[in-house]
């Protein structure tokens, strides 16, 4: 008989479980036993939190870490199943994509049972574990590639009452940034397949570049600030100190606020994440790897923006994106 | 006739030359055409500066071009050779080691003439460039896997006058920390080549993680600094702002200064580059891929000890670097 993703232990016993979730093997791989425990304290919300969608984003599983240290010793009410690494072979080699398959598993779901592996994670997440929940925490980051701002965002969805939600649960992690992000490349997005069930998906982006104990404790401090608002631990929410300030925004990226390289070279960055720049405003230039007599070419913005995200200086192709502009958000 | 290294340019000529320097072609990849420009303004230091050795450290490119564009104008007197990426297909590729031979290009010097593309280069650079110069500036970085505090390095050579000379030269830049580094691994580095014949070799290693303006703006000053310390461009040399401070110490970090994973699993940063730690403390710990009952393994230091470099949060191997120890410098 054909093995079915399962979990190694019953979600409905009361208090902490510890197991894995069972991908089952397929052509291309063995099978895989994800980490995951369950903290089952009654009726409440039910959450579900994962991490290591993409390998080089590393905050996601040390935050989850962080959580199954404290978190059953605090939450008071409701279930909240934690996964730290969804993708454990990207994870361990540090990349973006599954080595396997050569697949993006946050463009792979819901997945499929009988497809590549990258497939049969999600199809073993969508199957097993986000039925569990209400709300869904996926955390991302930056990589370090991409100068971003602690934040959270949230891609646009049609029904107006669960963006309001979102919205909602996306800034009570106070974080500095809250982003409703009108993306390019969504299909096969987890955002999509859980928001099409009715569920609040939270996405972090935890800030890009180097992991550091600093940087750990901005994002397990918007974690737990949402996990307050959400009524799952006692505590008082506080805005972690971000570059020696205490704020928030609510902002908003449209598609062509992706700004690409107009050719090949050596991008420099000329501001920063979160600088605000005027129209026809310089944000980077890029050298000819070819010659030192080309002239840079400038890139510049189309209209008075704040920068949300901006890549690590270094090679790019032609049409590869360098920057993501944002303005405030207009309900 | 088989093909040798060369510029394209002569040397002798005055004022601004911008060429290349020809890598031959070999059995494994075709010729290359490394972008140059000398700065000839007669007697006076002869310098030559290089960035790109490793592809993955995209601060030297980036800070050399900025040289490119204001030293000719600046520059009163002395010989100048800026080589901005001399590993090109590194650098396209962003690696640290060389895609065509899988070879670290720091490790193969001095070169070989008919050797695989990465031998070739340090044929040509130790061949054509290294000869015109008394100092040699190589440009590296802590990429985006460590956490470094912008900082000069040398590794100790047995030439009490030649090491002297190196300490002035790199405490010149004024960069938060000099650091003479026993190195378990010189062997084939191009600073090894150089400092064999008698040369300052001076090696940056300016920082980690995202290569943002503000960062780059640090390290030019740094250089700067060093060529207004070697008598090639007026002005007052300034310690930059790293941090909110102004400082700068000189330390040194020994063999047993390296402390390594003793385990595989996902490395959790617990201290920052810089901190002070006691004999003892706690550096960072290790989680268990496979379990989230398994105690984390805790790494700590042997002896009371300041933070050089740590590793960014993520997956590391059995036996990986995860921290350089260091301590004020003993004269």
Same mark, same amino acid.
């Not at 399962?6 to 980490?35: C, M, N, R």
């Not at 049969?120 to 209400?134: G, H, M, Q």
């Not at 859980?194 to 918007?222: D, H, M, R």
């Given at each position: 008989?054909? !093995? ?20 089952? &093997? ?65 994870? &361990? ?51 370090? =590639? ?11 969805? +049609?029904?107006?009452? %669960? ?28 955002? =999509? ?5 009715? &569920? ?10 180097? +992991? ?7 994002? !397990?401090?918007? +974690?737990?600030?949402? %996990? ?29 606020? !992706? ?6 070279? =050596? ?18 230039? %890029?050298?000819?790897? !070819? ?18 995200? =901006? ?10 994106? +360098? ?9």
């Amino acid at each position: 008989m054909k !093995e079915t993703p399962h979990l190694t232990f019953d979600l409905d016993t009361p208090g902490v479980s510890i197991g894995h979730l069972i991908v089952p &093997k397929g052509e291309d791989y063995e099978a895989l036993s994800l980490p995951v425990i369950s903290i089952n304290k009654g009726d409440g919300p039910r959450l579900l939190i994962t991490g290591g969608n993409h390998g080089n984003e590393s905050e996601g599983p040390l935050v989850a870490r962080r959580l199954v240290d404290w978190l059953p010793g605090s939450q008071t009410c409701g279930r909240v199943i934690i996964a730290p690494e969804i993708n454990p072979l990207a994870v &361990k080699a540090f990349t973006r994509s599954t080595p396997v398959d050569g697949k993006n598993l946050n463009r792979v779901f819901p997945g499929r049972a009988d497809g590549s592996v990258s497939e049969r994670i999600a199809d073993a997440i969508s199957r097993v574990l986000l039925p569990t929940a209400d709300t869904v925490f996926d955390l991302h980051s930056g990589s370090s =590639i991409w100068d971003l701002p602690p934040s959270v965002i949230m891609h646009p969805v +049609v029904d107006a009452d %669960l963006m309001a939600e979102m919205v909602r649960v996306a800034e009570a992690f106070k974080l500095p940034v809250t982003l409703v992000w009108e993306h390019p490349d969504t299909a096969g997005m987890f955002d =999509i397949v859980a928001q099409n069930q009715g &569920k609040v998906l939270i996405c972090t982006e935890f800030g890009g570049g180097i +992991v550091s104990a600093s940087a750990l404790a901005i994002y !397990e401090a918007g +974690v737990r600030n949402a %996990l307050i608002a959400l009524g799952l631990v006692e505590g008082k929410a506080e805005h972690p100190i971000f570059r020696q300030r205490q704020s928030s925004q609510t902002l908003e990226t449209r598609l062509s606020d !992706e700004l690409k390289s107009p050719a090949r070279g =050596i991008f420099e960055p000329r501001c920063s994440m979160l600088d605000e720049v005027k129209q026809g405003g310089l944000i980077g230039v %890029l050298h000819s790897m !070819e010659s030192l007599t080309a002239q840079p070419v400038e890139i510049c913005v189309p209209t008075a923006s704040i920068v949300y995200g =901006i890549r690590s200086g270094g090679y790019v192709d032609l049409n590869e994106a +360098v920057t993501y502009l944002a303005r405030p958000r207009k309900v």
